[in-house]
């Protein structure tokens, strides 16, 4: 039987944050940062707006990655990297933690991914930490809009 708890994160999870929605991925992953439980080295090397649907997605890869680092695999640590580059946008977030096997959130990641026509390389060998490679093609760009933020 799912909790209520667990019901409003399902319904939470399909709500983008007002900061991604507005300001875009760079202040949306450095939100996510600030708020991680663990250090966060972030380097974003994505200039200007990217589509909406990669945004999202890049956030929930992120925000899954981070989790994972800090209540599955016990990280102490964690870098994550996003830049763009002949159409794709390539995350890779690393940690120095141990097990991703017991939580399905990492693996549920592959359905967003793959709906996009990405590609996803999740690897933990024991002992080695957890190493997550995502790419998603960007199939426009909206580099002019900044939505007041910076």
């Known amino acids: 039987m799912t909790s209520a708890v ?15 929605t507005e300001c875009g991925l760079h202040p949306a992953l450095r939100a996510l940062a600030r708020r991680s439980t663990i250090p966060v080295h972030l380097d974003v090397r994505a200039e200007g707006r990217l589509p909406e649907h990669v945004e999202v997605s890049t956030y929930y890869v992120v925000a899954e990655a981070l989790t994972n680092a800090a209540k599955r695999a016990h990280a102490s640590t964690v870098t994550v990297t996003v830049d763009t580059a002949d159409a794709v946008v390539r995350v890779s977030v690393n940690d120095d933690g141990a097990d991703f096997t017991r939580g399905t959130g990492l693996l549920g990641l592959k359905d967003r991914v793959q709906a996009l026509d990405g590609r996803i390389v999740l690897r933990s060998p024991r002992g080695a930490g957890t190493s997550l490679r995502v790419e998603l093609p960007l199939t426009a760009t909206n580099a002019d809009a900044t939505y007041g933020c910076q």
């Open 6 to 20: 667990d019901e409003l994160r399902e319904i939470a999870r399909g709500i983008h944050p007002a900061i991604l």
